[in-house]
């Protein structure tokens, strides 16, 4: 506050200095800028010099509004000193004066506070000096945000296409953006790559820019990392901040189909299922892709067609078709199909066939196939000869029967076929068994069997040793005939079996006895008689003590001795030494036997 009884002191002084002509010497110095965060206080240092001493020293501090006249914000006088009212900083404001250093202190800074502050010092003559520092206030600004187009972007397009777009918020001053691919900068170029950016000034002063990229696609560019760099500024400093990564589907046309057999693998023969698979290298979204057999197309599913059962004529070239359906532009690969093939196995000759005995017999049997073949021969499950030709020098009754033919194909699993012959030998022919049988019965009724092998089939008769035909069933078998005859007997009798065909006969003698009953009955009860009587004279010898250790396990045995004298030798599991008794029941030494 100013002193009354000092104001004419002053002007006293002030006229004296005046009428003499004296002028005072006054300089002062100020930084260029101070620098400073949003928020932060501010320090405007103000350094002055005058020869008159501080007393008489006025201080005023001014900022210079934009395209504005400066106006003044704080007032300090030898008795007085206050912040000027109704400004910007009326009460954020404050001076610390220490010797020749005025400091303004600004509190809270904010970007609209980036303006140019003035230092004026004066004294008691009307001599003065002022200084200027521009006061700049920084603010980071946000983390960018990036956003890449959601649809796939065709190279085939012939403008620029929108890659992505870059934001950044709330920066002082205004920060800027540059787009990346790869950590390689990129830059406006004509028809290839454009960006373009935009600021906006909040209501709070600060810059919020967004930056959007578009560029001629390329297929290189289907793996390409996209991102963007945000530089801004702080006190002394430069920083930098780089967004998410980002990446673009890219679609492409193919150079390439390729067209495979996905299962099975290795060999395919008939009746396998097929799987083709179709791919090629672009991913075009718009497009179609078929595959084409013969006359016959076939759609594909997830790149995949499959057809079940082929067969030989499934084989061939598949053609894989892709075709891009925005330009219908056509791009094709294919492959060959093999499917290998066994037919039925045949014989030569067929069904069957007839040798004379003596002859040789000779059959083939050949089975068509794409690959080579492996052919055996079986009879009655074994085998009896290798390669598509079966050859018996001199075929005998034996030889006859039924022959399979096997055709494998050795280098595919699962390639087999097959086919049956009948061989029949001819000749006379032959009765199993031997030429004299030997039938014993007790009953009065007799089933015979005769089984003769001979082709052709040999007619069976039966007759008796007194010329009596008999009647019978007769049955054809696999190698000759078989017959059965049933009769009546009542004695002793000889039945003859006769197999004869256009090549000869044979005869087989069946000699048949009869046994009676009663006989039989006679010599089961003279066994029972027999078992009784030895059953006494156990029981006998028993009651007379000659048998001993009833419960102990015995051997008895005989052996030959002086006359009349037997011998028993007993052991009992109970006693180490073995005991023989005489016909006396005298007991004797083990080397007295």
């Known amino acids: 506050?100013?002193?009354?009884?000092?104001?004419?002191?002053?002007?006293?002084?002030?006229?004296?200095?005046?009428?003499?002509?004296?002028?005072?010497?006054?300089?002062?110095?100020?930084?260029?800028?101070?620098?400073?965060?949003?928020?932060?206080?501010?320090?405007?240092?103000?350094?002055?010099?005058?020869?008159?001493?501080?007393?008489?020293?006025?201080?005023?501090?001014?900022?210079?509004?934009?395209?504005?006249?400066?106006?003044?914000?704080?007032?300090?006088?030898?008795?007085?000193?206050?912040?000027?009212?109704?400004?910007?900083?009326?009460?954020?404001?404050?001076?610390?004066?220490?010797?020749?250093?005025a400091v303004l202190a600004i509190r809270d800074v904010g970007v609209r506070d980036?303006?140019?502050?003035?230092?004026?010092?004066?004294?008691?003559?009307?001599?003065?000096?002022?200084?200027?520092?521009?006061?700049?206030?920084?603010?980071?600004?946000?983390?960018?945000t990036i956003e890449a187009v959601e649809t796939g972007i065709s190279v085939n397009e012939e403008a620029p296409s929108k890659i992505g777009s870059c934001r950044v918020k709330n920066g002082y001053p205004k920060p800027n953006i540059t787009w990346y691919r790869n950590n390689m900068p990129l830059r406006n170029t004509p028809r290839e790559v454009v960006v373009t950016s935009s600021t906006t000034i909040e209501s709070s002063g600060l810059f919020s820019v967004q930056s959007e990229l578009t560029m001629k696609v390329k297929k290189e560019h289907k793996d390409a990392v996209f991102y963007c760099e945000v530089i801004y500024f702080v006190p002394g400093a430069t920083k930098m901040t780089e967004s998410q990564h980002i990446n673009i589907t890219v679609y492409y046309l193919p150079t390439e189909v390729n067209i495979w057999v996905e299962s099975p693998k290795g060999k395919i023969k008939e009746g396998d299922t097929l799987e083709l698979r179709c791919d090629n290298n672009g991913n075009?979204?718009?497009?179609?892709?078929?595959?084409?057999?013969?006359?016959?197309e076939y759609s594909v599913e997830n790149k995949t067609m499959v057809r079940t059962n082929v067969k030989r004529l499934d084989g061939g070239v598949y053609e894989c078709t892709f075709e891009e359906t925005d330009n219908f532009e056509e791009i094709s690969g294919s492959t060959k199909v093999s499917v290998n093939y066994l037919e039925s196995a045949v014989i030569t000759p067929k069904?069957?066939?007839?040798?004379?005995?003596?002859?040789?017999?000779?059959?083939?049997?050949?089975?068509?196939?794409?690959?080579?073949?492996?052919?055996?021969?079986?009879?009655?499950?074994?085998?009896?000869?290798?390669?598509?030709?079966?050859?018996?020098?001199?075929?005998?009754?034996?030889?006859?029967?039924?022959?399979?033919?096997?055709?494998?194909?050795?280098e595919m699993e699962g390639m087999k076929t097959s086919s049956t012959l009948q061989v029949n030998v001819k000749g006379s022919p032959q009765i199993l068994g031997p030429d004299v049988q030997e039938v014993e019965t007790y009953e009065t009724t007799v089933n015979l069997t005769c089984s003769a092998t001979g082709f052709p089939a040999p007619t069976i008769m039966w007759t008796t040793s007194d010329g009596k035909n008999l009647n019978a069933l007769q049955t054809e078998t696999e190698d000759g005939a078989q017959s059965?005859?049933?009769?009546?007997?009542?004695?002793?009798?000889?039945?003859?079996?006769?197999?004869?065909?256009?090549?000869?006969?044979?005869?087989?003698?069946?000699?048949?006895?009869?046994?009676?009953?009663?006989?039989?009955?006679?010599?089961?009860?003279?066994?029972?008689?027999?078992?009784?009587?030895?059953?006494?004279?156990?029981?006998?010898?028993?009651?007379?003590?000659?048998?001993?250790?009833?419960?102990?396990?015995?051997?008895?045995?005989?052996?030959?001795?002086?006359?009349?004298?037997?011998?028993?030798e007993m052991k009992s599991d109970n006693t180490e030494e073995a005991i023989l008794l005489g016909v006396n029941g005298e007991k004797q030494q083990p080397n007295d036997q």
Not at 72 to 97: C, D, G, W
Not at 115 to 126: D, G, N, W, Y
Not at 286 to 293: E, F, G, L, N, Y
Not at 544 to 566: E, T
């Open 1 to 101: 506050m100013a002193l009354p009884d000092t104001a004419p002191l002053l002007v006293g002084l002030l006229l004296l200095f005046h009428a003499f002509g004296a002028w005072a010497i006054v300089e002062v110095t100020m930084e260029d800028k101070v620098e400073v965060m949003a928020g932060e206080t501010a320090q405007i240092t103000c350094m002055f010099t005058t020869d008159e001493g501080l007393g008489g020293t006025t201080i005023q501090w001014f900022y210079v509004p934009p395209n504005k006249e400066r106006q003044r914000i704080y007032n300090k006088e030898p008795m007085h000193e206050a912040a000027e009212q109704n400004t910007l900083f009326t009460h954020r404001i404050s001076l610390n004066v220490n010797g020749t250093a």
């Open 114 to 144: 980036n303006l140019e502050f003035i230092c004026v010092i004066k004294t008691l003559t009307p001599e003065e000096a002022e200084g200027r520092t521009q006061l700049q206030v920084f603010k980071s600004p946000t983390f960018p």
């Open 284 to 296: 075009y979204p718009s497009s179609i892709t078929t595959i084409k057999h013969q006359n016959s």
């Open 351 to 410: 069904d069957s066939i007839a040798v004379m005995e003596g002859e040789e017999l000779k059959a083939s049997c050949n089975a068509l196939s794409s690959l080579q073949t492996s052919t055996t021969w079986f009879k009655n499950e074994k085998l009896v000869s290798k390669g598509n030709t079966l050859s018996v020098k001199s075929a005998t009754l034996e030889t006859a029967g039924m022959y399979k033919c096997v055709v494998t194909v050795p």
């Open 484 to 568: 059965v005859v049933t009769f009546k007997i009542t004695s002793n009798v000889k039945v003859f079996c006769n197999a004869s065909n256009d090549f000869g006969s044979k005869v087989v003698e069946f000699n048949i006895k009869t046994k009676s009953k009663g006989f039989v009955i006679a010599i089961i009860i003279i066994a029972i008689f027999l078992l009784a009587i030895l059953g006494s004279v156990l029981y006998f010898l028993y009651k007379k003590g000659r048998i001993c250790g009833r419960s102990g396990k015995q051997d008895f045995s005989k052996r030959k001795s002086s006359k009349d004298n037997i011998v028993v």
